[in-house]
């Protein structure tokens, strides 16, 4: 059987003997917090790579805590020793995933999950301030959202998106999708949406006090409700588009968020 760079694949996963006898008899390999860093060592390997950092994605989606937080960890702890080239593979590998396994929530919610996490860690603000890769990720955030009720993905999309706010000003197409997720059928992802804008922007944007418009707007509106005759959820985000100076990506009549669609 003919296995790719054998050699130095054993060499990665091989555990130190003790006691003149190989420690990979005694070993307990369904151990995470053993056997990952000893594939995260083998994701050197370029031929290996996107297998290796797919399989840890869909860790960080596992059943248990101990294989979540294992994956989480070896993830955080690569990002953070790797080079601009090493985190540009990383980013591929996120983009193609979105593709080949676009709409599966199995695969897209700990995938978002695992970006989430990264972000969050400060692990890998090169991409996020790299405006290419900002761009396609934001495109298939967008894809994810079209025609999807699952609440938890949708939470999950909104956690990505607006961690790719830098700032408003230099930030303008992450903000606008936020913005349009002010107008989602559901009112639980508009309200979300209006959160967790409002406190990115505490991050991002100090300046933008409870004074001005839009933050004022995204506090004081109830975008659990519809809004009524005069101001429908629509009317309300416009709104925002508005104080922001921002104009909306889409046309708003087109309900690309309706989960009818």
């Given at each position: 059987?003919?296995?790719t760079?054998?050699?130095?694949?054993?060499?990665c996963?091989?555990?130190?003997?003790?006691?003149?006898?190989?420690?990979?008899?005694?070993?307990?390999?369904?151990?995470?917090?053993?056997?990952?860093?000893?594939?995260m060592?083998?994701?050197?390997?370029?031929?290996?790579?996107?297998?290796?950092?797919?399989?840890?994605?869909?860790?960080?989606?596992?059943?248990?805590?101990?294989?979540?937080?294992?994956?989480?960890?070896?993830?955080i702890?690569?990002?953070?020793?790797?080079?601009?080239?090493?985190?540009?593979?990383?980013?591929?590998?996120?983009?193609?995933?979105?593709?080949?396994?676009?709409?599966?929530?199995?695969?897209i919610?700990?995938?978002?999950?695992?970006?989430?996490?990264?972000?969050?860690?400060?692990?890998?603000?090169?991409?996020?301030?790299?405006?290419?890769?900002?761009?396609?990720?934001?495109?298939?955030?967008?894809?994810?959202?079209?025609?999807?009720?699952?609440?938890?993905?949708?939470?999950?999309?909104?956690?990505?998106?607006?961690?790719?706010?830098?700032?408003?000003?230099?930030?303008?197409?992450?903000?606008?999708?936020?913005?349009?997720?002010?107008?989602?059928?559901?009112?639980?992802?508009?309200?979300?949406?209006?959160?967790?804008?409002?406190?990115?922007?505490?991050?991002?944007?100090?300046?933008?006090?409870?004074?001005?418009?839009?933050?004022?707007?995204?506090?004081?509106?109830?975008?659990?409700?519809?809004?009524?005759?005069?101001?429908?959820?629509?009317?309300?985000?416009?709104?925002?588009?508005?104080?922001?100076?921002?104009?909306?990506?889409?046309?708003?009549?087109?309900?690309?968020?309706?989960?009818?669609a």
């Amino acid at each position: 059987l003919f296995v790719t760079k054998r050699e130095k694949l054993l060499e990665c996963i091989s555990l130190p003997n003790t006691n003149e006898k190989p420690r990979y008899e005694s070993a307990n390999w369904g151990d995470a917090s053993l056997t990952f860093p000893l594939i995260m060592k083998a994701a050197d390997i370029e031929e290996y790579f996107g297998y290796i950092i797919s399989g840890l994605i869909l860790s960080v989606g596992g059943l248990t805590q101990s294989v979540t937080q294992n994956a989480s960890s070896v993830l955080i702890h690569w990002c953070r020793d790797a080079n601009t080239a090493k985190l540009d593979r990383l980013g591929a590998v996120f983009l193609d995933l979105f593709d080949k396994h676009r709409h599966d929530g199995r695969v897209i919610l700990p995938l978002l999950k695992t970006i989430d996490i990264l972000m969050n860690r400060m692990c890998i603000e090169p991409l996020v301030k790299d405006n290419k890769f900002s761009l396609s990720l934001l495109g298939k955030l967008r894809e994810e959202t079209k025609g999807c009720s699952d609440i938890p993905r949708l939470t999950a999309v909104l956690n990505v998106a607006t961690g790719l706010i830098v700032s408003v000003k230099n930030s303008q197409e992450a903000t606008a999708f936020v913005c349009e997720l002010l107008m989602h059928e559901y009112p639980r992802i508009r309200s979300l949406a209006a959160e967790k804008l409002y406190v990115r922007l505490l991050e991002t944007d100090p300046e933008l006090d409870e004074s001005h418009t839009a933050v004022k707007l995204l506090l004081n509106n109830a975008w659990e409700f519809d809004g009524g005759k005069e101001a429908t959820k629509e009317d309300m985000a416009l709104e925002v588009f508005r104080a922001f100076k921002i104009e909306p990506l889409l046309k708003t009549k087109e309900y690309l968020f309706d989960v009818t669609a």
